[in-house]
């Protein structure tokens, strides 16, 4: 997004199935289907900042927080707080979403959790 473009304003990305859909998995042992059924919870990070205990106490309607981010970079994508994915924010029949720019790799992701 560029600086004029609002959040609100996110390039329309096509129409596509819910992430929860399922597809058909032919072939997979029972075991395997049901640990690929596992819901897992996906946040999209901004930006992050420090703020002091009184900026905190003063916080009110109105209220700005500079995230250190600027509009046209990257947002992450996390499952259970790890970085899996960084992408770019979308409207989806007028909805937020994000669009999938770049997976971190699996070697990055084990050692994130510190494998």
Sequence with gaps: MDEQQTAAQAPEAPSRPPARARRPRRGLSGNLDVILDIDLPLSVRFGTTDLTMDALTRLGPGALIDLGRTPDEPVDLLVNGRLVARGE???????????????????????SMGA
């Design 89 to 111: 924010v979308v409207v989806v029949s007028g909805n937020y979403g994000v669009r999938v720019l770049e997976v971190v790799s699996a070697a990055d992701r084990l050692r």
